[in-house]
Nanobody, 122 residues
Framework: QVQLVESGGGLVQPGGSLRLSCKVSGSPINDLAMSWYRQVPGGERERVARVIRDGYNLYYADFVKGRFTISRDNAANMAFLQMNSLECEDTAVYYC???????????????WGQGTPVTVSS
């Protein structure tokens, strides 16, 4: 059973930066495609970024391109989301997501963390 625990959320001023972390247990992270999603109250959960294989198959939502970077540390079994130039519209609860992969194919069930809140406000 894969378990995901996020950390790193908080309050930041517009233009600031935060780094979210996701600790993975129950599976080597290299066997997983890792993603970050976000959700605002009353809204749908939307994907922010995904990495399927190290250095390959990277995806970013248009609204974060050039500002956010997804990465993973296989040795530490962790994934990260570096968020720069934060805007008030980035305020949301951010969720770590994992799904088992076979090459670039995603298989099996979805795993979610509990979420970490990010508030961008002056």
């Amino acid at each position: 059973q894969v378990q995901l625990v996020e950390s790193g959320g908080g309050l930041v001023q517009p233009g600031g930066s935060l780094r979210l972390s996701c600790k993975v247990s129950g599976s080597p992270i290299n066997d997983l495609a890792m993603s970050w999603y976000r959700q605002v109250p009353g809204g749908e959960r939307e994907r922010v970024a995904r990495v399927i294989r190290d250095g390959y198959n990277l995806y970013y939502a248009d609204f974060v391109k050039g500002r956010f970077t997804i990465s993973r540390d296989n040795a530490a079994n962790m994934a990260f989301l570096q968020m720069n130039s934060l805007e008030c519209e980035d305020t949301a609860v951010y969720y770590c997501h994992a799904r088992e992969r076979r090459g670039v194919l995603l298989i099996g069930e979805d795993y979610w963390g509990q979420g970490t809140p990010v508030t961008v406000s002056s």
